[in-house]
């Protein structure tokens, strides 16, 4: 079984600062791709990070246009954790964070590509 715990989100002024954890738990968990998506209230999901898992040949992450500059996705197979840090945060930040495991090695970013789901950590952004 596959359990995904965020943490981190919080209440943030703009142009500050937040780093979300994902822990994550199951056999083998680090060998498949992982991504956060968010959605905020009254709209769709949206896919914000991935990055592949342990099992894939060649290290690769990768961020939304939507937050290119300012999101970096990372991950520690040794402590079995995702990271989001999100700098330069803007008020259409504020959304709930949602970690995912994918089905497969390299991380698409289709969330139909996703079978397991962290519960969300909400994120704030003040103006």
């Known amino acids: 079984q596959v359990q995904l715990v965020e943490s981190g989100g919080g209440l943030v002024q703009a142009g500050g600062s937040l780093r979300l954890s994902c822990a994550a738990s199951?056999?083998?968990?680090?060998?498949?791709?992982k991504a956060w998506f968010r959605r905020a209230p009254g709209q769709e999901r949206e896919y914000v990070a991935r990055?592949?898992?342990?099992?894939?040949?060649?290290?690769?992450?990768d961020v939304a246009d939507s937050v290119k500059g300012r999101y970096t996705i990372s991950r520690d197979d040794a402590k079995n954790m995702l990271y989001l840090q999100m700098d330069s945060l803007k008020p259409e930040d504020t959304a709930v964070y949602y970690c995912?495991?994918?089905?497969?090695?390299?991380?698409?970013?289709?969330?139909?590509?996703?079978?397991?789901w962290g519960q969300g950590t909400q994120v704030t952004v003040s103006s």
């Open positions: 995912a495991q994918a089905k497969g090695y390299f991380g698409t970013t289709l969330p139909q590509d996703y079978n397991y």
């Open positions: 199951g056999r083998n968990a680090s060998d498949y791709a």
């Open positions: 990055i592949s898992g342990s099992a894939f040949t060649i290290a690769s992450a």
